[in-house]
């Protein structure tokens, strides 16, 4: 069941920030998907799924990765986007630090270039340095820069608070990152 549920997550993970045309499925432009149609298209595809496990994906999903609309007929993914949607996010004051944990292969690159965003949305910044390792020691040997978050708001950056957790921006100049 553990491995069921872990393989459902994925494929929402893949079909709500990244393809949702491998099972030919649309999104709105807010990112949304309709719950009956995913679970049509999902089985469609080949893997059984019901709204039930759909619900527990949502509800045990460590990272609480995906949120239903109020009457629960829609999901969507909260962060992690590499596919154009509008989250609909305000831009929020961060605290003063916030972390971003990478791996220490692409620290030389960062520290010339800064934080840019790659195939995603957004720079992902953590507020705990735990998440920001574990998030560092998926791409290898993890090192964590510390983001002077506060001063970059000062300077006009906006950020914005996921629903689960995540703070986003565009872009982190080298001046604001000490490692
Ligand atoms: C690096 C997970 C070279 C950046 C996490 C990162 C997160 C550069 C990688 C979410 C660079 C991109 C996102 C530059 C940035 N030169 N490398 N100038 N600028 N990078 O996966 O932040 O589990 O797109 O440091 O919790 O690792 O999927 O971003 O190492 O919130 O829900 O380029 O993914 O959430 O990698 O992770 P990613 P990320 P989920």
Redesign the pocket.
Known sequence: MQQHLKHISKLL?LVLRHKPETIGLQLDANGWAKVDELIQKINESGTAVDAATIDLVVETND?K?FAFNEDKTQIRAS??HSIEVELNLKPLLPPDILY????DR?LE??L?????????QH??L?ETLT?AR???A??GNPVILNIHAKAMAAAGFLFYLSDNG?WLVDFVPVQYITV
């Open positions: 993970s990272k990765r962060q992690g971003h944990g990478t791996a692409f690159s960062i010339k270039t800064g934080l840019t965003k790659q195939q995603r720079v992902h953590s998440t574990a998030v560092g998926r791409h995540v």
